[in-house]
Each structure stands twice: as C-alpha cells, then as structure tokens.
C-alpha cells in the first residue's frame, strides 16, 4: 500500500497510546520519495552553554512511499522510528543506535502486541553520524590486493593478532595503524577477527588525525 500523512498520523496516534503511554509528541509526519530509507526520523540537539545536548527539537518523521509494502511493514517501520523519538525525545542514553535500550523496547513492544520490528533496516546516514560518543579506537587502515582501502576497528586486545593475520593475508596488500577517538570509527564493529570493511578512501581521510596522505 501507499501510504498517506493522514493515514500515518492516525496510526502514530493509535502506537503512542498502545505502545508509548501516550507519551510522544505530537511530531510533523512527512512523505518522501527517498530510495535510501524506508523511515527515517531526523531531529536537532539543543545545547547548553558547555556544550552538552540538553534535549532534541524538531522532531521529523518521513516515510518513503517509494516501496509497495504491506501495511504490516509500514505499520513496524513507523514504530521502528517511534522508539528512535521515544529514545531521542526522553533523553535516554543508549549503548549504540539500536543499542541496548532500543532493542528492550523493541522487544516489548513485539511481545506485548504481536509485532515484527527489526532493526535489519540499514542504519542511515544520519543515524550513523549522531552515534557521537568518544572511545579510543585502534584504526588499522588496509589497501587490498584490488586497489580498495578498508577498515578494520579491532578489540585492544586482538591488534597483534590480526596485525599479524593482515601480514600474511593475500587479499592485503598493505596496511597502517592508527589511534583515533573519532566518533566517525564508531559505526565500524570491533573486531576480534581480520575482517575487512571497504570504505571510501576520500572520506576516511577526512577521518585520520592530521590529515596526512595515507599512501
Ligand atoms: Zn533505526
């Protein structure tokens, strides 16, 4: 089905009641053409004079009516973004952004009235990007046997192993390490493991302190 505004706002009403207390606000519900995203909730921190976020403002709920899906599926995609506005708009602290709070109430929320939300949609973009918390990373930046960079983010205590795994891995052809606190390493996981995740190399640069060339 395609959805409409009129139809999402009376649904959004109905999930606040059943599955939130009622306790969302009120947010402006928009359609969108996006091929990218199914949902996507976006928002604005409020900062205080340190700096610290002290609550989001506003809230926008967009849906994309690019896909034929069943109501089902828009149904659980809008309460997927309703926990993100539950969440941001409550000011809980969360281990990721479908981290440990989110998945609890997602877990509820397909207990207690038969739903089947995931959080298999790909995060976006902007979901990515607002993951802002600071943890030192160990960054091992690789180029591969076919000209690609990845990254991989290890454990602390699995760098010497998979720095030595990458030594003699054929598919490697290269790599360095780095320390990094940047937020942007968050959305990589930690790996115990070689793996290797391809990325744009003009845009990890963006993300290596100094900015020095790589290769
Ligand atoms: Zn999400």
């Known amino acids: 089905m395609t ?8 649904r959004f009403d109905t999930f606040n009641r059943m599955c939130f207390d009622g306790a969302l ?3 402006p519900i928009k359609l969108s053409g ?3 995203f199914v949902g996507r909730l976006t928002y604005r921190p409020v900062r205080d004079w340190r700096g610290r976020v002290v609550r989001h403002e506003d809230f926008v709920l967009r ?6 899906l069943p109501e089902t599926e828009i149904e659980d ?3 997927h973004e309703m926990i993100h506005c539950w969440i941001a708009f409550n000011g ?5 952004t479908h981290g440990r709070e989110f998945r609890a109430k997602m877990k509820e929320i397909n207990t207690l009235h038969g739903r089947h939300l995931t959080i298999s949609h790909k995060s976006t973009p902007e979901e990515l990007d607002r993951d802002t918390r600071i943890r030192e990373h160990h960054v091992c930046v690789s180029r591969l046997a076919d000209g690609r960079t990845a990254v991989t983010v290890a ?3 699995c760098v010497a192993k998979i720095r030595r795994a ?5 598919t490697v052809r290269s790599s360095a390490w780095f320390e990094s606190r940047d937020p942007w390493f968050n959305r990589f996981p930690r790996c115990r493991t070689p793996k290797l995740f391809p990325v744009d190399p003009v845009l990890l640069q963006q993300h290596l302190d100094g900015g020095d060339t790589l290769w």
């Open 77 to 79: 995609t809008l309460i």
């Open 155 to 157: 454990a602390s205590t």
């Open 166 to 170: 990458f030594r003699w891995s054929p």
């Open 63 to 68: 849906i994309s009516t690019r896909f034929d």
């Open 3 to 10: 959805p409409t505004v009129e139809y999402l706002e009376e």
């Open 34 to 36: 996006a091929r990218s």
């Open 25 to 27: 606000p009120r947010i």
């Open 92 to 96: 809980i602290k969360d281990s990721a």
